[in-house]
């Protein structure tokens, strides 16, 4: 009896269902390319900037390099693993406005948090006059 339970399982359609190869390989094989050049760019660029120990303008260069490849590769995997790039223009906006608005946000906070720290530093230095000590700071009973 048990023998047959099995036998039935294995002869059940869900299982011994044939498995095709997936029709869509190229797009695949694409995805795959694009992301190895992407992260190979990007790599690229970041361990530059630790093998050559630039600085000024090329170290900007290459800092914002890296920057446009990880978002080329974030838009990307969001357009085809989170399947955003088959979705109808509406969708797509209202995610991305509300992303665009909050990336605004934290931007514009951080410039003003530097303006902020510019102007403390430039306008709230210590006073150069010479301060009196405190009262208990003199000896006692007499001339210092």
Do not use: C
Not at 56 to 71: D, E, H, P, T
Not at 113 to 138: C, F, I, M, W
């Amino acid at each position: 009896m048990e023998h047959e339970h099995h036998q039935a399982i294995a002869t059940s359609p869900e299982i011994t269902f044939p498995h095709e190869p997936a029709s869509n390989t190229k797009r695949i094989w694409k995805t795959f390319w694009i992301l190895l050049f992407l992260t190979i760019a990007e790599l690229a660029f970041g361990l530059s900037h630790y093998i050559y120990h630039m600085e000024g303008g090329l170290l900007l260069f290459v800092k914002g390099g890296m920057i446009i490849f990880s978002i080329f590769k974030a838009i990307y995997i969001v357009s085809i693993f989170m399947h955003m790039g088959d979705e109808i223009r509406n969708l797509k906006m209202t995610i991305l406005i509300p992303l665009l608005l909050f990336i605004w946000f934290v931007t514009a906070f951080l410039w003003d948090g530097v303006s902020y720290k510019n102007l403390r530093n430039k306008y709230d230095r210590p006073s150069t006059e010479q301060v009196a000590p405190p009262h208990d700071a003199q000896k006692p009973g007499g001339l210092n």
